[in-house]
């Protein structure tokens, strides 16, 4: 067993990694060592881990089926080492936080931050797929995530919900108003996330709902390329309530009866909920009553 758990970590570290020559630095050992340990693995079993073009590789299904097993298995024996080495250092423990929403994760971090001040934080951003990818990985401990679609590998809970405002320029019809319609949206040019935005994804909905059009102008991928154009008279836009920075030259704008809203939730891999530091975070992050 002692043999098949090295060809394994070969495997996991060339899967992870995208190529033998990483996955040997990634494990300090040769690039032969990982290439052998790898054609072995796939020798004893008859199977096809990788798809070889060149110094190109893929992974094949059986491969991709594989990884989702390591990833657990070498996963949580890096958990382990960190624990070790947080002991080691002297330290009362890590928390990796991962989220797609800057706002929402500084506001936990800085509670965090007074909750646990002998706790080292590592807080990071990236699109929800990227996050996602970061958690399944065990690189990050905890994600806040818009999420549209739940994994059965994760455990989710509600952390906090959102209007979605709209933001025009300051010399805009609407910007002298209190609240508008989502009617008033019909005809108007408007500058919309990237297509996968959880924000464009529940205007998009909600106003197919309303049978209104989008008329979109641009679609850009971060909120403050939008807030700059809409400053600029492209168009229209909307971002969460949380997520609005005032920038010079625009306002934002809130909707009658709120007809735009985002959740988002707190999530780790189902097999971590019982760790301590993370089953204490989910239970002191319950949502404030709406």
Known sequence: MFQYHKWLRSFHAVARTGSFTSAAEYLSVGQPTVSEQV?????????????????????????????????????QEEEAMQLLQSFRQRKAGMLRLGAVSPPIAMSLTYALMQQYPDVELETSFSSEHETLERLYNFDIDVAILALSEFDHRLHTQLYRRYPIVGVVRDDHPWAGLEQVRIEQI??????????????????EEACQRAGIELDCAMQLNSREAIVHAIAQGIGIGFVSAVEYAETPGTRPITFVDHPFHIEYHLCCLGIRRNRPMIAELFESSLPPPT
């Open 39 to 75: 054609c072995a693995l796939e020798s004893m079993f008859s199977v096809e881990l990788f798809h070889r073009r060149g110094r190109f590789i893929e992974m094949s299904a059986a491969g991709r089926q594989l990884y989702a097993i390591t990833q657990g298995v070498f996963g």
């Open 186 to 203: 019909r005809g108007e040019r408007v500058v919309l996330r990237e297509r996968g935005s959880r924000t464009r994804q529940l205007v």
